[in-house]
């Protein structure tokens, strides 16, 4: 039997492919496209749904929203929170992961809301830790700019102490429901935390009652070295963007022996990296709706928009025949390092049409991506792909073609689950 792999979806509550051929183009602001998405990934037994999420309207492009605006570029994008409570509830299986920044979020509303969510599921909801990665976002926050990487990362893992504080604030056996006594829950068994760091002060007790796996799973994205350092002391699953397999499999060593410093066990840790397949009925399919993507007239810009908004680099001052100089942010250093190649000589322009390959060639039939992404896995170790769409569109075709097409394509080579066997996300991700 092959090593099996996991597989989860990386998407947002934005406006889908309003635009695409094969779309009806409606409003998907109800939710109900999303959960129906989300019903197709449970029949194909994804570990789970990822709901993404940022918080501003990016001007990074040119100094102005134009770009954003003008191709939807994460924009408009409406909360993901009420979406997983919608998507948990239409769900019975699938784990559902939900985008929550520590910049915005006080902790005691984001272990509270954790908690109700994870009941509210049955033991499936995941949170997707960020720190926010662009100064307009912290602008909406009462900030002048974006703290720096360090202080953000630092107030992050004070958060993590809190949270993990509040959701330890009732033990597990406080809820009695005595009904020959009168009495709901042990009050010896709940306890004020008085957390007291540099950045939070809270007093405690939640005001939930402990929820099925406790904590929400953990999901982070950390790219930096900082950042992959917190992915490695707090992550149940990493979601990483890295080229080719040897900088996916750097990624995975890396990570896992800074868990192993922290003291876990890094096959507690389920890294999956970011793919966008293109999937046609034949191999020269394939190609051809891939290349009518990047060669489509906006692609080149709204692919450079796009990235601006995750790096908060205006990639518009750059001549686009001529190779980057080497870019630092204070935002997403991990997305930025995959888009730039650095030392591969390309131009602005191909980076630009290669913004959603992997490296990996997941252009083609279902049973070529599949042999591909088998030969990958093996290379890398583990533990699985995130799929996604380029710019997050994603039609019911797409839906169709990796949940009818390629993940039975998977399967039928024994390499990813066919079944759920465990009650929790937490328990199904440390499934195999
Ligand atoms: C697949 C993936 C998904 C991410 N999702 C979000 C998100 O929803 N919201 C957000 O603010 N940042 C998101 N990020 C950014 C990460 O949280 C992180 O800031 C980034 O990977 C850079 O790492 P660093 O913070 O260590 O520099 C995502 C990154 C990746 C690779």
């Known amino acids: 039997m092959p090593k099996r792999f996991h597989l989860g979806w990386f998407t947002n509550f934005t406006a889908c492919n309003w635009e695409a051929t094969f779309s009806h183009g409606g409003s998907p602001w109800d939710g109900k496209f999303f959960v129906e998405f ?3 990934l449970e029949r194909a037994c994804f570990d789970y749904i990822m709901l993404e999420d940022t918080l501003m309207v ?24 009420p979406l997983a409570a919608m998507i948990g509830a239409a769900t019975a299986r699938l784990g559902v992961v939900a985008t929550m920044s520590t910049m915005a979020w006080p902790p005691f509303m984001l272990a509270r809301v954790s908690t109700t969510l994870d009941h509210i599921t049955g033991g499936r909801f995941g949170w997707n830790i960020v720190t926010s990665g662009e100064d307009i976002a912290a602008q909406n926050f009462g900030m002048d ?7 953000r990362y630092a107030m992050a893992d004070e958060y993590m102490d809190v949270v993990n504080q509040l959701f330890a604030s009732w033990e597990p056996d406080a809820v009695l429901k005595d009904r020959a006594h009168g009495i709901y829950a042990d009050h010896t068994k709940i306890h004020p935390i008085h957390f007291k760091g540099e950045f939070f002060k809270v007093r405690g ?11 929400p ?6 790219g930096s070295p900082r950042g992959r350092a917190f992915a490695a002391k707090h992550a149940d699953s990493v979601i990483a963007t890295a080229n080719q397999v040897a900088g996916m499999k750097q990624y995975r060593d890396d990570v896992r022996e800074r868990a192993v410093g922290f003291g876990r066990n890094p096959d507690d ?17 394939a190609k051809a709706k891939h290349q009518r993507m990047v060669t489509g007239p906006s692609f080149i810009e709204a692919a450079l928009a796009a990235t601006d ?5 205006d990639f518009s001052q750059f001549d686009l025949d001529k190779p980057l100089p080497r870019l630092t942010t204070n935002g997403e250093q991990g997305s930025l390092d995959k888009f730039q190649q650095w030392g591969s000589g390309k131009t602005l322009r191909q980076l630009a049409s290669e913004r959603f390959e992997s490296g990996l060639n997941l252009i083609g039939t279902p049973d070529e991506v599949a042999d591909r992404m ?8 583990g533990d699985g792909f995130l799929i996604s769409t380029p710019f997050q569109r994603v039609t019911r075709r797409f839906i169709n073609e990796v949940c009818e097409g390629l993940v039975p394509a998977l399967q039928r080579r024994g390499l990813v689950r066919e079944e759920y066997t465990k009650p929790t996300l937490r328990e199904t991700l440390r499934e195999f």
Do not use: F
């Open 374 to 381: 088998a030969q990958a896995m093996e290379e890398i170790g």
């Open 38 to 40: 989300a019903q197709a």
């Open 309 to 313: 908004t995750t790096s908060d680099i």
């Open 217 to 222: 799973t953990y999901v982070q994205a950390g």
């Open 269 to 285: 840790i389920k890294i999956l990296y970011l793919v966008y397949p293109t999937l046609g009925e034949t191999t020269e399919e």
């Open 205 to 215: 007790p939640l005001n939930t009652a402990p929820s099925p796996q406790g904590r």
């Open 58 to 81: 990016s001007e990074a492009y040119r100094g102005a929203a134009e770009a954003t605006l003008k191709y939807a570029l994460q924009v408009p994008k409406y909360d993901p929170i």
């Open 145 to 151: 700019a974006l703290p720096p990487r360090e202080t």
